[in-house]
C-alpha cells in the first residue's frame, strides 16, 4: 500500500514552467510505476506521463511530448513531473498514480493504477 499527496501546482503564465512532485509513503516505493494524470474542467481524467520502477522507462502522451519530463527519486520516495513551454490547455488538477502491477506496456489508462493521490491544480494563463 501506497499514499501519495501531490504538491507544486499553481498559476503560470503560457510558456512558464512548473515542477510537480508527488511524495509517496511506504517501504516499496521502488516497486511502483509511477504516473501523471490530468483532469481539466468538463473533461475526463487523462494520461500524462509514467515512468517505470527503476526510472528507466518512460512514456508521454502525445500532447506533453517535448515539454513535459517524468522522473523520479527513489531514495526519497517521489515522483515529478517537470513542465516546460506550458500552454493554457495544460489547465488542469495533476494526479499522480502508482501501482506495483504492470499490467500493460504503456500503463496509460486509469484502470492500470490502484493508488492515486488527491491531486494539485495547474493553471496556465494566455
Known amino acids: 500500500q501506497v499514499q501519495l499527496v501531490e504538491s507544486g501546482g499553481g498559476l503560470v503564465q503560457a510558456g512558464g514552467s512548473l515542477r510537480l512532485s508527488c511524495a509517496a509513503s511506504?517501504?516499496?516505493?521502488?516497486?511502483?510505476?509511477m504516473g501523471w494524470f490530468r483532469q481539466a474542467p468538463g473533461k475526463e481524467r487523462e494520461f500524462v506521463a509514467r515512468?517505470?520502477?527503476?526510472?528507466?522507462?518512460?512514456y508521454y502522451a502525445d500532447s506533453v511530448k517535448g515539454r513535459f519530463t517524468i522522473s523520479r527519486d527513489n531514495a526519497r520516495n517521489t515522483v515529478y513531473l517537470r513542465m516546460n513551454s506550458l500552454k493554457p490547455e495544460d489547465t488542469a488538477v495533476y494526479y499522480c498514480?502508482?501501482?506495483?502491477?504492470?499490467?500493460?506496456?504503456?500503463?496509460?489508462?486509469?484502470?492500470?493504477?490502484?493508488?492515486w493521490g488527491q491531486g494539485t491544480q495547474v493553471t496556465v494563463s494566455s
Open positions: 498514480a502508482a501501482d506495483s502491477r504492470i499490467t500493460t506496456p504503456t500503463m496509460r489508462s486509469l484502470s492500470d493504477y490502484r493508488y
Open positions: 511506504g517501504r516499496t516505493f521502488s516497486s511502483y510505476a
Open positions: 515512468i517505470s520502477q527503476g526510472g528507466t522507462s518512460t
